[in-house]
């Protein structure tokens, strides 16, 4: 058996209930967190569970679809190098490494010597891997405005700005350690 916590099953359990149990069995635990963090992990369990359905129909990987998706993003050429890739994904240059292999024995990139002479490598998407992104970025995004459609516009900005500052912060205090 697996444990893929915290992205296993969520609970049925309402944060809210979940912080009032720990009141009531530890009073003075920090409980604050809870109707905050719960939900974030039960929204990151659903939208991942999603856009793996969403990209399995299309017939691409999670971690595909980042490295053509940096790519695309970069404009014409579409052209990065695999330390730029590496910095945009927030992986490691041996998954970089990885994802290029894979993506290059699909058709999907090239990849060279960087023309200035040092040891860089250049990754290039091909036609074949600019048009699966083409497809995948708008089923994939198309599907995820489906998912936040209940919120308003307003609470979507507001959401997205708390969300990164929350998310700021977080990496700040994290990295630290």
């Known amino acids: 058996m697996t444990d893929n916590y915290p992205l296993d099953a969520p609970s049925p359990y309402p944060a809210a209930e979940i912080a009032r149990a720990w009141e009531r069995e530890r009073p003075g635990t920090p409980t604050d967190s809870i109707e905050i963090v719960t939900p974030l992990w039960r929204l990151a369990k659903l939208f ?3 856009r793996r359905r969403v990209l ?5 990987d999670p971690a595909t679809l980042d490295l053509l998706s940096v790519l695309r993003r970069a404009g014409e050429p579409y052209e990065l190098t695999t330390r730029e890739l590496a910095r945009r994904t ?3 240059a041996g998954a970089i490494s ?3 292999t894979r993506a290059e024995d699909a058709g999907l990139v090239t990849r060279r010597p960087d023309p200035d002479g ?14 699966l992104i083409e497809r995948s970025v708008d089923q994939v995004l198309t599907r995820e405005a489906e998912l936040v459609a209940s919120l308003t516009p307003d609470n979507r900005a507001q959401l997205a700005t708390a969300l990164q500052q929350l998310l700021d912060d977080v990496t700040s205090r994290t990295n630290r350690h």
């Open 56 to 60: 399995a129909d299309l017939g691409i």
């Open 98 to 100: 990885q994802r290029v």
């Open 118 to 131: 040092t040891r860089a490598v250049v990754v290039t998407l091909t036609p074949a891997g600019h048009a």
């Open 90 to 92: 927030l992986v490691t």
């Open 48 to 50: 991942a569970d999603d």
